[in-house]
């Protein structure tokens, strides 16, 4: 079963909010959550940046999904912290 630290591990491979710090560094992801072999992660953002970092909301979901025994990723971009 992946834990949390595998989960910001594989983030760190992934730009965050500012394009510059990796996504487990920048502070924005606010919550990772565990159902069976599904992980839900949140990313903290300015609405109105959604349209732009939705390529960092994809290779988030991307990078969690390689993660041995992650089934499948949902990663939401959310305007709360």
């Known amino acids: ?6 989960v910001l591990r594989a983030l760190s491979s992934v730009p ?15 919550g990772i ?13 300015d609405p109105s940046d959604a ?3 939705e390529p960092m ?3 988030a979901e991307a990078a969690i999904r390689a993660i041995a025994g992650v089934e499948s ?3 939401t971009l959310t305007a709360e912290t």
């Not at 079963?1 to 595998?6: A, F, H, L, S």
């Not at 959550?33 to 953002?45: E, G, L």
């Open 1 to 6: 079963m992946p834990t949390r630290e595998d």
């Open 16 to 30: 965050g909010p500012d394009g510059r710090t990796s996504l487990s560094e920048s502070g924005a992801v606010t």
């Open 33 to 45: 959550s565990f159902r069976d072999a599904k992980v839900f992660a949140a990313i903290a953002i």
């Open 51 to 53: 349209k732009k970092l």
């Open 57 to 59: 909301r994809a290779k």
């Open 73 to 75: 990723a949902i990663v």
